[in-house]
């Protein structure tokens, strides 16, 4: 009984002062409809844009299934390099490369944005007694990259302007 005052009591406490679950921006109308084209289309990076392209609204599409717009992932690249080494000459740390190209096209095939890179990276140090742990954590870093770049294109995408939209603007300002 007390555990469920004392949950009663902090969730009154958080909606009070503001406290709301962050929740996914809205896309512009010209992005109700997505089809996602790539080299692999089951690729961590196409599954992550479809799950928070239906979070944001978005209907998303299939490649041969009409659709207002297409994000096309150009390229993916991930990259490791040596960034020291210690007094032995063995690697003390790694910096982690993950870069994408993305574009959008309108369904009449007219650029919405050109290709756009992202590129992040990040530095991890490297313990070769722990080598099994490091490859575990290599690989938890570049799942973090990857959903940064997520992030970002869809910052990006919330963005875009409605061609419609911003004709209208336009021509009432003319007026």
Known sequence: ???LMLAVVLAATLHACGFSMR???PL???MGSVAIDAIDLDSPLVRDL???LAAAGA???GLNQPASSLLKI????NERHVVSLDDRAKVG???LHYRVIYAVQAADGSEILKDTPIELSRVYSFDEQQAIGAAQEEETIRAELRRDAVRVIMERLQRIQDPNRAKESR?????
């Open 93 to 95: 740390e790694y910096e």
């Open 74 to 77: 150009v390229s993916e690249t």
């Open 50 to 52: 479809e799950a928070e």
């Open 1 to 3: 009984m007390r555990l």
């Open 171 to 175: 021509e009432s300002a003319v007026e």
């Open 23 to 25: 929740t996914a921006a």
């Open 59 to 61: 209907s998303v599409k």
């Open 28 to 30: 512009p109308e010209s």
